[in-house]
C-alpha cells in the first residue's frame, strides 16, 4: 500500500513538472540569455572567434550561482579550466537520473570532471539527495537544488534528465534533452576540447 502512495506521489510530481515546463516554454523561448561576447582560441593560435553565451551546444555557458546542500556558495565559473557536468534531475527517485547519475561517475572515474547535480523539486529531502550522492555519485559531486526553477529556466531545459557539459573554458561541447547519457557520447565529446 505504502509503495503504491509513494509511486502515485511520484507519478503526480513528474506529471505537474511536465505541466510547468510545458507552460513556461513560451516563455523561455521569448526570453534570452545575455549575448556577452568572449575571445577564445580556435584551431590556428593566432585567431580569435567571439563565441556567444547560449545554452546550445558550441555556446558559451551562463554563468550561475548556488548553494549546495552543505550549505557552500559556488559560481559555473568557479570551474574554470576544468570540464564540468551538470544534470537537472526531478527527484532522486527518477529511475533515468539514477542511471545517468552511474554514468557521469563512471566518466568522471576515468577523466578529470566536476559533477553538479541539480534537484529541481524543491521538496526532495535533503537526506535523499546525501544518499543519492553517496550511492551514486561521489564525494566531491555537488548536488544544489533548483529553487524556483530559476536554472531550469536560464538553460531551457524541458525534460528531466537533462544533461550538459562544459569544456574548460565554459563552451558547452555535450547538451541532451531528457534521454540518459552514455559514456561514450561524453568521453566522445571530452575528447573534442
Same mark, same amino acid.
Given at each position: 500500500?505504502?509503495? @503504491?502512495?509513494?509511486?502515485? /506521489?511520484?507519478?503526480?510530481?513528474?506529471?505537474?513538472?511536465?505541466?510547468?515546463?510545458?507552460?513556461?516554454?513560451?516563455?523561455?523561448?521569448?526570453?534570452?540569455? !545575455?549575448?556577452? !561576447?568572449?575571445? @577564445?582560441?580556435?584551431? @590556428?593560435?593566432?585567431?580569435?572567434?567571439?563565441? *556567444?553565451?547560449?545554452?546550445?551546444? /558550441?555556446?558559451?555557458?551562463?554563468?550561475?550561482?548556488?548553494?549546495?546542500?552543505?550549505? *557552500?556558495?559556488?559560481?559555473?565559473?568557479?570551474?574554470?579550466?576544468?570540464?564540468?557536468?551538470?544534470?537537472?534531475?526531478?527527484?532522486?527517485?527518477?529511475?533515468?537520473?539514477? =542511471?545517468?547519475?552511474?554514468?557521469?561517475?563512471?566518466?568522471?572515474?576515468?577523466?578529470? &570532471?566536476?559533477?553538479?547535480? &541539480?534537484?529541481?523539486?524543491?521538496? =526532495?529531502?535533503?537526506?535523499? &539527495?546525501?544518499?543519492?550522492?553517496?550511492?551514486?555519485?561521489?564525494?566531491?559531486?555537488?548536488?544544489?537544488?533548483?529553487?524556483? *526553477? *530559476?536554472?531550469?529556466?536560464?538553460?531551457?531545459?524541458?525534460?528531466?534528465?537533462?544533461?550538459?557539459?562544459?569544456?574548460?573554458?565554459?563552451?558547452? &561541447?555535450?547538451?541532451?534533452?531528457?534521454?540518459?547519457?552514455?559514456?561514450?557520447?561524453?568521453?566522445?565529446?571530452?575528447?573534442?576540447?
Amino acid at each position: 500500500m505504502k509503495k @503504491t502512495i509513494l509511486i502515485t /506521489g511520484i507519478l503526480i510530481g513528474i506529471f505537474i513538472f511536465a505541466g510547468l515546463l510545458i507552460k513556461n516554454r513560451d516563455k523561455q523561448s521569448q526570453s534570452t540569455v !545575455s549575448s556577452n !561576447s568572449v575571445a @577564445t582560441e580556435t584551431a @590556428t593560435p593566432d585567431q580569435k572567434v567571439d563565441l *556567444e553565451t547560449g545554452v546550445q551546444k /558550441g555556446q558559451l555557458a551562463p554563468d550561475f550561482k548556488f548553494t549546495t546542500i552543505d550549505g *557552500e556558495n559556488k559560481k559555473l565559473s568557479d570551474f574554470k579550466g576544468k570540464p564540468v557536468v551538470f544534470g537537472f534531475i526531478l527527484t532522486t527517485g527518477c529511475t533515468p537520473c539514477a =542511471e545517468e547519475a552511474r554514468v557521469l561517475k563512471q566518466v568522471q572515474d576515468k577523466n578529470a &570532471i566536476n559533477v553538479i547535480q &541539480i534537484v529541481v523539486s524543491s521538496i =526532495e529531502p535533503k537526506r535523499n &539527495i546525501e544518499n543519492f550522492k553517496q550511492y551514486l555519485g561521489g564525494p566531491d559531486w555537488l548536488m544544489t537544488y533548483d529553487n524556483g *526553477e *530559476e536554472l531550469t529556466k536560464m538553460y531551457k531545459v524541458r525534460a528531466v534528465d537533462t544533461t550538459i557539459m562544459i569544456d574548460k573554458d565554459g563552451k558547452i &561541447i555535450y547538451r541532451d534533452d531528457g534521454y540518459p547519457a552514455r559514456a561514450d557520447e561524453l568521453e566522445a565529446a571530452l575528447r573534442t576540447t
